[in-house]
């Protein structure tokens, strides 16, 4: 790669850690990136896991008050979200890489519409739930499972979809479940990027720049969540992922 190219591929990870820490969907900066530097989709999505890996480690290192006393829950879920994570990777390379670019303009475009909907979500996920001791329910198991599963296979929304999934099993803080959510995220992430590595389809050399600027982004995020206008910023990323979900589409059937 160029300087040009890894100058680039920094900038878009930093930006996809900022828009992951703000409204939560780092894909959507970080996968078309990975396209524009000339990835096919699958190693695109292959090598966009495996950068996203470092920001669930920035944010495990940043959220251990929000982590206190969950460690019952997290012992109980880790097992599930890395079956789950890879579950979804070997999905991924054992069905047809048409496959994958035929479905995957309609995944980005449902994560841009859920980016939209994001804050009527997190209003539906504070209804009362149960203490937060309490241990899930099988049909929440499912939908974890579920939602594990699509983080290995694509994963873009998919730490929207956790966040509300823990917040009709849990009475807790949206920082409580966040922090909770973003551990989750890693470990299915891990278990799908080592699928990757291993069957060497993931570009390592493209990865390391993309995995720092997500570093960066997703600590600088939080400073710069308090200063952006939210609605303007989701409604701006939401539109612009629907754009993006209808030429993926055109390509992939053009």
Same mark, same amino acid.
Do not use: C, H
């Given at each position: 790669?160029?300087? #040009?190219?890894?100058?680039l591929l920094l900038?878009?990870?930093?930006?996809?850690? %900022?828009?992951?820490?703000?409204?939560?969907?780092?894909?959507?900066?970080?996968?078309?990136?990975?396209?524009?530097? &000339?990835?096919?989709?699958?190693?695109?999505?292959? /090598?966009?896991?495996?950068?996203?890996?470092?920001?669930?480690?920035?944010?495990?290192?940043?959220?251990?008050?929000? %982590?206190?006393?969950? +460690?019952? *829950? #997290?012992?109980?879920? /880790?097992?599930?979200?890395?079956?789950?994570?890879?579950?979804?990777? !070997?999905?991924?390379?054992? /069905?047809?890489?048409?496959?994958?670019?035929?479905?995957?303009?309609?995944?980005?475009?449902?994560?841009?519409?859920?980016?939209?909907?994001?804050?009527? #979500?997190? +209003?539906?996920?504070? *209804?009362?739930?149960?203490?937060?001791?309490?241990?899930?329910?099988? #049909?929440a198991l499912l939908?974890?499972? $579920?939602?594990?599963?699509?983080?290995?296979?694509?994963?873009?929304?998919?730490?929207?979809?956790?966040? !509300?999934?823990?917040?009709?099993?849990?009475?807790?803080?949206?920082? *409580?479940?966040?922090?909770?959510?973003?551990i989750l995220l890693?470990?299915?992430?891990?278990?799908?990027?080592?699928?990757?590595?291993?069957?060497?389809?993931?570009?390592?050399?493209?990865?390391?720049?993309?995995?720092? &600027?997500?570093?960066?982004?997703?600590?600088?995020?939080?400073?710069?969540?308090? *200063?952006?206008?939210?609605?303007?910023?989701? $409604?701006?990323?939401?539109?612009?992922?629907?754009?993006?979900?209808?030429?993926?589409?055109?390509?992939?059937?053009?």
């Amino acid at each position: 790669m160029s300087a #040009l190219e890894v100058g680039l591929l920094l900038l878009a990870g930093v930006g996809a850690g %900022l828009v992951g820490s703000v409204v939560g969907l780092a894909s959507l900066v970080s996968y078309p990136a990975l396209l524009a530097a &000339g990835l096919p989709p699958v190693v695109a999505n292959a /090598t966009n896991t495996v950068a996203l890996v470092a920001s669930g480690i920035g944010s495990a290192a940043s959220s251990r008050p929000e %982590l206190a006393g969950q +460690r019952a *829950r #997290l012992v109980r879920l /880790t097992p599930l979200f890395l079956v789950g994570g890879l579950t979804g990777a !070997v999905l991924l390379v054992t /069905t047809p890489a048409e496959a994958f670019e035929r479905v995957v303009p309609f995944l980005v475009g449902g994560a841009s519409v859920l980016m939209v909907a994001q804050p009527w #979500l997190k +209003r539906l996920a504070r *209804r009362p739930a149960a203490p937060d001791d309490t241990k899930e329910s099988w #049909l929440a198991l499912l939908g974890l499972f $579920l939602v594990a599963v699509y983080g290995g296979y694509f994963g873009a929304a998919a730490g929207v979809l956790i966040t !509300v999934l823990l917040g009709f099993v849990l009475d807790a803080s949206v920082q *409580r479940l966040v922090a909770l959510k973003n551990i989750l995220l890693m470990v299915s992430n891990i278990a799908a990027a080592a699928l990757f590595v291993v069957l060497g389809l993931a570009d390592l050399l493209v990865a390391l720049p993309l995995a720092a &600027g997500v570093l960066l982004g997703g600590w600088l995020g939080p400073i710069v969540a308090r *200063r952006l206008p939210q609605t303007v910023l989701r $409604l701006v990323i939401g539109v612009a992922g629907v754009g993006l979900a209808v030429e993926l589409w055109r390509q992939a059937t053009g």
